[in-house]
Nanobody
Framework: QLQLVESGGGLVQPGGSLRLSCAASEFTLSNYAIGWFRQAPGKVVRGVACMSASGGYTNYADSVKGRFTISRDNTKNTVYLQMNSLKAEDTDNYYC????????????????WGQGTQVTVSS
């Protein structure tokens, strides 16, 4: 079954780090742009980071620039989000999603979404 599965979330103290993983099954991840998104209950979905299929283009939300890094390992069919210098306001549910075009800004162009992983930053 075509799917994306996130992992790596958890509870971390402010200033700490987490590495989220987005693993693809039954399709080749390198053929798709992968975006990371966040959503809290009752809140809008917000883009966090995106990487093009080739890996040659990335973008980040202003709030995470310099702290988060998106990368991919095609041999593992996995995309990562390295989250450093975490802040309480980073707390949210994080999702990865796949798109056939270059990191579209419209959510509907991400046709396949994972189930999410929770990140909690608290002392």
């Amino acid at each position: 079954q075509l799917q994306l599965v996130e992992s790596g979330g958890g509870l971390v103290q402010p200033g700490g780090s987490l590495r989220l993983s987005c693993a693809a099954s039954e399709f080749t991840l390198s053929n798709y742009a992968i975006g990371w998104f966040r959503q809290a209950p009752g809140k809008v979905v917000r883009g966090v980071a995106c990487m093009s299929a080739s890996g040659g283009y990335t973008n980040y939300a202003d709030s995470v620039k310099g702290r988060f890094t998106i990368s991919r390992d095609n041999t593992k069919n996995t995309v990562y989000l390295q989250m450093n210098s975490l802040k309480a306001e980073d707390t949210d549910n994080y999702y990865c999603a796949a798109a056939s075009s270059l990191c579209p800004r419209t959510l509907s162009y991400y046709a396949l979404w994972g189930q999410g992983t929770q990140v909690t930053v608290s002392s």
